[in-house]
């Protein structure tokens, strides 16, 4: 840009540089370091798919690919579930050029986190930051192989917190990150970091007729589900054996037993005989609490089915027959198919 000035001398000099002008460059110098300190943590994930049972599949859906990460210098990669799922093959490409095989650790599609494990030496890692101490507004970058484009990175800010997403498995992710860093196919798995190179998300999914909403799983969730499926190889949720329809009450019900929530589950079918004791259930039971935390929806009773439920004795609280009651179910063991 060039100013003009009754200085002769001062005709044609570079303008002054705007007052924004350190801003910008701290911005542009934070992005750059963070790109510098993640990149080589970054992997591109080619995932094989098995063939189909009735017809085969076509050659462009053989193959899914997706991003991840490494967390541990023995090679311990987290990505989505989605982009590993059905593979009997999986493929990771190291920054550096190596392709290596990976074995499959745990899978988990309630939450769309995967981890794989490769055998390899001079790994570099990242690590998980505390999703709690977040702000919305502050830097978020997001790096990954969008559209097999190797390692692309965007940059953006938090956009909200705590929202929820549906996974493919039909069960809600709690905690979800949104943010407008820029994500498309290929992106899956692939680390959000924030400003110190932290991973404060598992990017996830885009809303691909949305401008700027994406989504990521927080790395609070992210970090104790690798956890399990690294100690066990999967992630343990309880079940009490039911099938349920969701259901909204009426304002004078509301009134008249002064309930705490506006909707409930009503209990359509119950396995009889299953491992989990839910005897003391009938059909046409609404369920609208657990362990005195209100239910409203099957989602919330999914939360609160957690790995301390199973085996132990829970109290449910429900309406029959117009009345409040408490019964008492023991989860068992969800067996994910």
């Known amino acids: 840009m060039l100013t003009y000035t009754d200085n002769k001398e001062d005709f044609n000099q570079p303008a002054t540089q705007p007052k924004d002008g350190p801003l910008l460059d701290a911005y542009s110098q934070t992005v750059v370091r963070v790109a510098n300190q993640v990149s080589q943590a970054v992997v591109q994930i080619k995932a094989e798919r098995k063939e189909g049972r009735r017809r085969r599949r076509r050659p462009s859906d053989a193959y899914k690919s997706g991003s991840g990460f490494i967390i541990s210098s023995d090679g311990f990669i987290v990505t989505n579930s989605h982009v590993i799922s059905e593979a009997k093959k999986i493929e990771v490409v190291l920054q550096d050029g190596r392709k290596l095989q990976a074995r499959l650790v745990g899978d988990d599609p309630p939450t769309d986190i995967a981890v794989l494990q490769i055998d390899a030496d001079n790994l570099t890692a990242i690590s998980f930051g505390n999703s709690d101490d977040l702000q919305v507004g502050q830097l978020a970058v997001a790096v990954g192989n969008p559209f097999g484009f190797q390692y692309s990175l965007t940059a953006g800010v938090v956009s909200a917190l705590g929202r929820s997403l549906r996974s493919e498995s039909g069960r809600l992710i709690d905690d979800v990150i ?73 304002d004078r019900l509301i009134e008249r037993l002064q309930l705490k929530v506006r909707s409930g589950i009503r209990v359509e079918d119950i396995e009889a005989d299953g491992p989990s004791y839910n005897s003391e259930l009938r059909h046409g039971d609404v369920i609208i609490g657990y362990n005195d935390q209100p239910v409203a929806s099957i989602d919330d009773l999914h939360i609160l089915l957690n790995e301390a439920s199973i085996g132990k004795r829970q109290q449910l609280h429900i309406l029959r027959e117009a009345k409040l009651r408490v019964i008492t179910v023991i989860p068992a063991e969800l067996e994910e198919k």
Do not use: E, H, W
């Open 178 to 250: 949104q943010t407008d860093a820029a994500l498309n196919p290929g992106n899956s798995g692939g680390p959000l970091v924030d400003s110190s190179g932290k991973v404060i998300g598992v990017n996830t999914a885009v809303i691909l007729p949305a401008q700027g909403l994406c989504f990521a799983v927080a790395s609070n969730l992210a970090a104790y589900v690798v956890g399990q499926l690294i100690m066990s190889g999967k992630v343990r949720r309880g079940y009490i054996g039911i099938a349920g329809q969701y259901l909204r009450f009426q």
